[in-house]
């Protein structure tokens, strides 16, 4: 996608409301000192799974994750991860329930319910074949199921996002579930599959946007869409609840593995269906900022990588690009609670692994966090990304990486101090 003079004026001109950190002069910004900890060991793999989530409960007294035996293979139906919760003040780790219904990439979609934030979580698993969640008292073990299972879960208002994962395990299986099964697999865009909305409190589900919807914008644009194999997958709520960003994807026929990609967003409600990223870009990762604003990577011409870029959720956006430089290819990026700070994991073949880079948006300052070699794990559909993050207070980033001592993939912490006053 080449950039038109018009595209130009709107990438330098580009307003954008930042944040800036307490009374600190934004170009006196001080970086934080980081230290990295480890708190889960072999022999077994513990990894929480994707980023933008937050894996502790409200009072960041306990911590959520997976383990699992293996990392050398897609899980099967019969084989169960176990889900345990970490007491961050003492380490110990105790295992709570098992899950066949989770993945290298993602785990089981583990959340903290909105409504109940210090007790109970929610997560993905299997019921005679159906993918469901699961509603789970971490205190009593008391649970109850959910009809779908969850891609998404809201921050506060009660609301969970769903899409079939038979479907993503046919189109794209390293974020889908083995053995899961696709309604619609003969239609390229089917009007009764997409994303739904799910009733946390009573269980009940709506479609509010379809494929084929979503199908019918793009084909404007794109008739030879017509026999692509279109799915959504990565539904992210906004801060305020009201609205879902989500990946509409289309893979090309005859087998091909090649896709492509766009960006939409929708109110909880199916209105206000938006393309913010238009398909062709290769738009891949993502992070609400505030209720408005949204970062993303993406190809913004014929250069290599993947920049990040800053928007409004508006039908016609504007870009500015964040860290020339230094977030010049593709990461799993996410903001802090308060948006001021995006960190990020970009791949970097010098280490054969990923970097964990913290950049702040007002001021453009940045620092490398830590370079975590990842082995055989650094690419392909058993990849042990970082997948970075927050903690709810802010000063401390989660994520995977492989333990250099065993080769098992760990949750590791990176706790930040913040000078005095910021």
Same mark, same amino acid.
């Given at each position: 996608?080449?950039?038109?003079?018009?595209?130009?004026?709107?990438?330098?001109?580009?307003?954008?409301?930042?944040?800036?950190?307490?009374?600190?002069?934004?170009?006196?910004?001080?970086?934080?000192?980081?230290?990295?900890?480890?708190?889960?060991?072999?022999?077994?793999?513990?990894?929480?799974?994707?980023?933008?989530?937050?894996?502790?409960?409200?009072?960041?007294?306990?911590?959520?994750?997976?383990?699992?035996?293996?990392?050398?293979?897609?899980?099967?139906?019969?084989?169960?991860?176990? %889900?345990?919760? %970490?007491?961050?003040?003492?380490?110990?780790?105790?295992?709570?329930?098992?899950?066949?219904?989770?993945?290298?990439?993602?785990?089981?979609?583990?959340?903290?319910?909105?409504?109940?934030?210090?007790?109970?979580?929610?997560?993905?698993?299997?019921?005679?074949?159906?993918? %469901?969640?699961?509603?789970?008292?971490?205190?009593?073990?008391?649970?109850?199921?959910?009809?779908?299972?969850?891609?998404?879960?809201?921050?506060?208002?009660?609301?969970?996002?769903?899409?079939?994962?038979?479907?993503?395990?046919?189109?794209?299986?390293?974020?889908?579930?083995?053995?899961?099964?696709?309604?619609?697999?003969?239609?390229?865009?089917?009007?009764?599959?997409?994303?739904?909305?799910?009733?946390?409190?009573?269980?009940?589900?709506?479609?509010?946007?379809?494929?084929?919807?979503?199908?019918?914008?793009?084909?404007?644009?794109?008739?030879?869409?017509?026999?692509?194999?279109?799915?959504?997958?990565?539904?992210?709520?906004?801060?305020?609840?009201?609205?879902?960003?989500?990946?509409?994807?289309?893979?090309?026929?005859?087998?091909?593995?090649?896709?492509?990609?766009?960006?939409?967003?929708?109110?909880?409600?199916?209105?206000?269906?938006?393309?913010?990223?238009?398909?062709?870009?290769?738009?891949?990762?993502?992070?609400?900022?505030?209720?408005?604003?949204?970062?993303?990577?993406?190809?913004?011409?014929?250069?290599?990588?993947?920049?990040?870029?800053?928007?409004?959720?508006?039908?016609?956006?504007?870009?500015?690009?964040?860290?020339?430089?230094?977030?010049?290819?593709?990461?799993?990026?996410?903001?802090?609670?308060?948006?001021?700070?995006?960190?990020?994991?970009?791949?970097?073949?010098?280490?054969?692994?990923?970097?964990?880079?913290?950049?702040? %948006?007002?001021?453009?300052?940045?620092?490398?966090?830590?370079?975590?070699?990842?082995?055989?794990?650094?690419?392909?559909?058993?990849?042990?990304?970082?997948?970075?993050?927050?903690?709810?207070?802010?000063?401390?980033?989660?994520?995977?990486?492989?333990?250099?001592?065993?080769?098992?993939?760990?949750?590791?912490?990176?706790?930040?101090?913040?000078?005095?006053?910021?």
């Amino acid at each position: 996608m080449r950039r038109s003079a018009h595209d130009l004026l709107m990438l330098t001109t580009a307003v954008v409301l930042s944040v800036c950190c307490g009374h600190v002069p934004c170009a006196a910004q001080p970086m934080p000192t980081v230290r990295i900890e480890q708190i889960t060991t072999g022999p077994k793999n513990h990894f929480f799974g994707y980023y933008g989530v937050c894996p502790w409960n409200e009072s960041e007294r306990f911590l959520v994750c997976l383990e699992s035996p293996f990392q050398d293979h897609l899980p099967e139906p019969d084989e169960p991860a176990t %889900i345990c919760l %970490i007491d961050t003040q003492t380490r110990a780790l105790h295992r709570l329930a098992d899950t066949r219904a989770w993945n290298l990439q993602q785990g089981a979609m583990l959340h903290w319910n909105p409504l109940q934030p210090n007790d109970e979580i929610i997560y993905n698993d299997r019921r005679a074949g159906d993918i %469901i969640a699961v509603v789970r008292n971490v205190r009593t073990g008391t649970k109850r199921d959910l009809p779908r299972p969850v891609s998404a879960v809201s921050h506060r208002s009660g609301y969970a996002a769903s899409v079939t994962y038979g479907r993503l395990g046919r189109l794209r299986k390293v974020v889908g579930y083995v053995g899961a099964q696709d309604p619609y697999p003969n239609d390229p865009h089917p009007a009764d599959d997409g994303i739904f909305l799910i009733d946390i409190g009573s269980g009940r589900v709506r479609l509010i946007v379809s494929i084929k919807s979503v199908y019918e914008l793009l084909a404007k644009k794109h008739p030879g869409l017509q026999q692509c194999h279109l799915w959504f997958n990565h539904t992210v709520f906004s801060r305020d609840d009201t609205r879902l960003l989500f990946l509409a994807r289309a893979r090309y026929p005859a087998g091909a593995r090649r896709f492509d990609t766009a960006m939409f967003t929708v109110g909880i409600n199916g209105d206000n269906l938006r393309e913010v990223v238009h398909f062709g870009t290769g738009v891949s990762h993502f992070d609400w900022r505030n209720d408005h604003e949204i970062v993303a990577t993406f190809r913004w011409d014929d250069s290599a990588g993947k920049p990040h870029f800053l928007f409004r959720d508006a039908a016609a956006p504007t870009y500015r690009r964040l860290g020339e430089g230094f977030l010049d290819h593709d990461g799993h990026c996410t903001f802090d609670p308060a948006g001021a700070w995006l960190v990020s994991d970009p791949h970097d073949d010098t280490i054969s692994g990923r970097l964990l880079k913290l950049y702040h %948006i007002e001021s453009s300052k940045h620092k490398v966090l830590g370079a975590f070699p990842l082995g055989d794990y650094a690419h392909g559909d058993l990849r042990c990304d970082l997948h970075p993050r927050w903690n709810r207070t802010g000063n401390t980033i989660c994520f995977d990486a492989i333990d250099q001592s065993t080769g098992t993939r760990q949750v590791h912490l990176a706790h930040l101090e913040f000078p005095a006053g910021n």
